[in-house]
Each structure stands twice: as C-alpha cells, then as structure tokens.
T-cell receptor, first 112, second 113 residues
Framework: KQEVTQIPAALSVPEGENLVLNCSFT??????LQWFRQDPGKGLTSLLL?????REQTSGRLNASLDKSSGRSTLYIAASQPGDSATYLC???????????FGKGTRLSVIA | ETGVTQTPRHLVMGMTNKKSLKCEQH?????MYWYKQSAKKPLELMFV???????ENNSVPSRFSPECPNSSHLFLHLHTLQPEDSALYLC????????????FGSGTRLTVV
C-alpha cells in the first residue's frame, strides 16, 4: 500500500530565500506524482505534475523533481515571496485506476 | 476558476435537514471524486466515479449519498448529518493517461448545527 510522507510539517523562511520541500513515497511503481498548493479554507491548486517517465517539471519559480528509485520528490521554490505562504501537498498516483495518495502537507510561511 | 465548479461555496444546515452539494466539470474528464477535509486533518477520499459508475466507497456513512448522472456532474446528497460532519468538501476530476492530473474545485464549507 502506497504511503506518502512530507517533511518538514511546517517551515518558516524570510522573503527571498530559496527553499526545498521534501516528499517520499514507499512504492516506486507510481503512475504520476502531483504537487498542490492549498490556501486556508480553499480548494487545491495543482502546481506541477510529473509523469512516471519524467525526472522533473518546471513552472516559473517552481521546480519539481522525481526519483522513483529512491522514492523521493522535491519541490524547489526560488526567491520565495510572502504570497507563497500556503500548505503544499504532495500526492502519488499509484496506478490509473487507484486514487491519489496524499501526504499530510508542509505549511510554509514566508516572512516579509 | 480551475474548471471544476462546486456549489454552494458555504452551507449551514441543521441535523434534520436534507441538502445537496453539486460539482460540475466541462474538462472532458471521465473520473470524479469527493473528498472530505476536516480541520487539521489530511484529505479523506469518500467516493470515486469512473464513467458515471461508482468504483470506490471509502466506508462512508449512509447519511452521505453520492449521485453521478453523467460524466460532467457529481452530487453529494446529505441527510441527518452530525456536527462532526462539518468540514470542507472537495470535488475533483481527472482525465485518462499519465499526463492528466487531478483538478480540484474550490470546495463547499459545510457547517452542521
């Protein structure tokens, strides 16, 4: 059974800092992996999707990597801004017919 | 807007009421999901529909009743809820293939009084 762990649970950084959020999963046979952002009381916004055949995806200041052999994914945020403050969720998709398995998230605070 | 629309955004209901949550997507996705998110808890999968057929019921109490009349619409019918059912209810959809991720709606904030 796939399990997803995110470390750290919470992170506070000063504005402008580059940071890395970590995600690990127990079963390397994944369909794809998705990173989401959630603001308090809101829905989930998809940030990046990495297919099983890919190693990384980039969107603006965000870069996500995937290493299936080690069961790890990282989300790199460059030049962090206060508007980046949110909870970031990592989710592994075990197979086409099996629903996403979510981590518990990393709550990020970027201090101006 | 993400392409997945949930209504209403907020709902307050008494324990004896009957209400319904609605989710609509016109992304051409064939799978739709209901999730529950309680305060300070991780997301809980409730129901999964593929091509209008329910393929997963994650041990959800019968006071929650889903309905999927077509691939674009998903409902969650609520009756005789308990205060502990107060939560953010999220709908999501997904297309087929590894290049398709989940698209979530903005959620319905439900308060049971």
């Amino acid at each position: 059974k796939q399990e997803v762990t995110q470390i750290p649970a919470a992170l506070s950084v000063p504005e402008g800092e580059n940071l890395v959020l970590n995600c690990s999963f127990t079963d390397s046979a994944i369909y794809n992996l998705q990173w989401f952002r959630q603001d308090p009381g809101k829905g989930l916004t998809s940030l990046l999707l990495i297919q099983s055949s890919q190693r990384e995806q980039t969107s603006g200041r965000l870069n996500a990597s995937l290493d299936k052999s080690s069961g790890r994914s990282t989300l790199y945020i460059a030049a962090s801004q206060p508007g980046d403050s949110a909870t970031y969720l990592c989710a592994a998709h075990p197979s086409g017919n099996t629903p996403l398995v979510f981590g518990k998230g990393t709550r990020l605070s970027v201090i101006a | 807007e993400t392409g997945v629309t949930q209504t209403p955004r907020h709902l307050v209901m008494g324990m004896t009421n009957k209400k319904s949550l609605k989710c609509e997507q016109h992304l051409g996705h064939n799978a739709m999901y209901w999730y529950k998110q309680s305060a300070k808890k991780p997301l809980e999968l409730m129901f999964v529909y593929n091509f209008k057929e329910q393929t997963e019921n994650n041990s959800v109490p019968s006071r929650f009743s889903p309905e999927c009349p077509n691939s674009s619409h998903l409902f969650l019918h609520l009756h005789t809820l308990q205060p502990e059912d107060s939560a953010l209810y999220l709908c999501a959809s997904r297309g087929q293939g590894t290049g398709y991720g989940y698209t979530f709606g903005s959620g319905t904030r439900l308060t049971v009084v």
